[in-house]
């Protein structure tokens, strides 16, 4: 079983986000999404517009999504890969280097990220 993880805050879930995690998953059997907890995000200068426990429930409903576990802090990654037994990781190439580190321990892939849509974009539409 090939087993993928990503990671992100996926707030106010939107196409590129179902993309990306469309992409990720068929590079494996079983997708693992990192979520960024409240707190976390605080750390990242980001605040989302839904909490944790319902990102999570919305993530887990998406159909390419196999489990989500909790992003607290930055350097968490390597764990979660050995941990998880990870073959490959994946981000939106807004990301592109920033990870290549993890590639002593699995495949490390950058997907282009889906123009035109981001939560920021959603927030701003709705104000
Ligand atoms: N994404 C995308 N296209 C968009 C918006 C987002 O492909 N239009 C991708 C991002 O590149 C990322 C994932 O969807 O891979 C989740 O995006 P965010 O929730 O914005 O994640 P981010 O805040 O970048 O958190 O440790 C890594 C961080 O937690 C990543």
Redesign the pocket.
């Known amino acids: 079983m090939k087993t993928v993880l990503?990671?992100?805050?996926?707030?106010l879930l939107?196409v590129?986000?179902i993309?990306?995690l469309e992409r990720a998953k068929a590079l494996g059997d079983y997708l693992i999404v990192?979520l960024?907890t409240d707190e976390?995000n605080a750390v990242?200068h980001?605040s989302s517009f839904l909490p944790y426990e319902q990102r999570k429930e919305i993530l887990e409903a998406v159909k390419y999504v196999d489990k989500v576990i909790p992003?607290s802090t930055?350097d968490q990654?390597i764990s979660d890969v050995k941990e998880h037994r990870v073959d490959v990781f994946?981000?939106?190439?807004?990301?592109t280097g920033e990870f290549d580190f993890l590639k002593m321990h699995c495949d490390v892939v950058y997907?282009?990220?889906?123009?035109?849509?981001?939560?920021s974009i959603l927030k701003g539409r709705l104000r």
Request: proline share 0%.
């Open positions: 990503t990671y992100g805050t996926f707030d939107h590129g986000h993309r990306l990192g960024s976390f990242k980001k992003e930055w990654k994946v981000m939106g190439d807004d990301w997907l282009k990220r889906t123009n035109d849509i981001s939560t």
